[in-house]
């Protein structure tokens, strides 16, 4: 009955990891694709490097990995595999606890460095060259918030993008966005602070129930005397 229980447990966390492991290639691939395919700006200058396409590719890679780990350490038996997959989820929880703690202790002060940086991000945006190829995560943010500029759309000058537009704007009669992405991208995190805070906790369940299953196999093999077996 044990031994039934144990190659239920085996062969679930197999089929659990490979299908984390394929949404992995899936979110990897469309960061590659956007990196390719589009001239990013990112948001902030201070996080350049963590635009849109980055964010996906670097979500992707850590979920691919810690996948494969789990789905061969698994299916292997592999104690070495499974005690590492253990550590890295352990270390990945344990970053995204701190990193919830620190955005609400210092909600505040993280306000006023974001505002700032969005400020920094759209002089840079508004003195880039734009064309037909190009695109920015400050179009991908106007678009799916409806929002112009970090105050309003006089941020841009005479450089507004189309993407603060509402529908087709005129040269004569311009219709944009009137409120700015700052006092949205605010009222989207309020509002969803809930939605977010449940997704966090899920998330933090799912990786204890890997890491339990993780350890409970390790133990298992442990007392087989299976080794590192290959």
Known sequence: M???CLKCLKYTMCVANFLCFVCGVAVLSLGVYLM???KIASLTPSLASLNIPSMLLISGIIITCVSFLGFLGALKENR???LTFFLVLFI??????????????YENTIAEIVAKDLRDGLDQARNQTSGPASKSDWDVVQQMFECCGVINYTDWQNNVPHSCCKGGCSLENPDYFKTGCLEKMKQ???????NTGISVILLCII?????????TLFCHISRSGLGYKL
């Open 2 to 4: 044990a031994q039934g």
């Open 36 to 38: 390719v395919t589009f």
């Open 80 to 82: 070495c595999l499974l």
């Open 92 to 105: 990945l929880m344990l970053v995204e606890l701190t990193a919830a703690c620190l955005m609400l202790i």
């Open 188 to 194: 989207w995190f309020e509002d969803n602070f809930l």
């Open 207 to 215: 990786e204890v129930l890997a890491m339990c299953f993780a350890m």
